[in-house]
């Protein structure tokens, strides 16, 4: 048996603390942080706050809908299907929101998920060392 490390939770809080940023933990900070990406860079702060939130909350809805098909005993009908695909037409509502606030399209998104898997697998089939071992550059 391997000896343990006991942390201490207070320490492990306090660690928390010290390692997250300002504008994490200060409203004031996050506001001043969102004003400058509106500013220096040209953000649309709200839009992609709004998707980023949005598709991750929406992610998490058809997850569920798959964890209690394949964990919990719910069966895969068509009422099921009918849920997972509106979880999924809400995630592309949200997809649409990233696009407009990145300034592009859906049809841009795809060409460039074509590119990077094109790269990864040019033999144009899914491979697992390819997909364990990325060349750089290839995120």
């Not at 306090?14 to 400058?36: E, G, I, K, M």
């Not at 997809?95 to 144009?124: V, W």
């Amino acid at each position: 048996m391997t000896d343990k490390k006991v942390i201490d939770s207070n320490k492990y809080i306090d660690f928390v603390r010290q390692t997250t940023s300002p504008a994490s933990t200060n409203y004031a900070d996050l506001l001043s942080r969102l004003s400058q990406l509106e500013v220096e860079s040209d953000v649309d702060v709200p839009r992609l706050l709004t998707a980023a939130l949005g598709m991750s909350a929406e992610a998490g809805e058809f997850t569920e809908v798959v964890k209690k098909i394949f964990l919990q005993g719910k069966p895969y009908n068509e009422e099921s299907v009918f849920h997972m695909k509106r979880e999924l037409g809400d995630i592309l509502w949200y997809i649409a929101q990233a696009c407009m606030a990145l300034d592009t399209n859906f049809h841009d998104i795809m060409e460039m998920n074509y590119e990077k898997l094109s790269a990864r697998y040019p033999e144009g089939a899914f491979d697992v060392y390819r997909s364990e071992n990325r060349v750089e550059g290839d995120l």
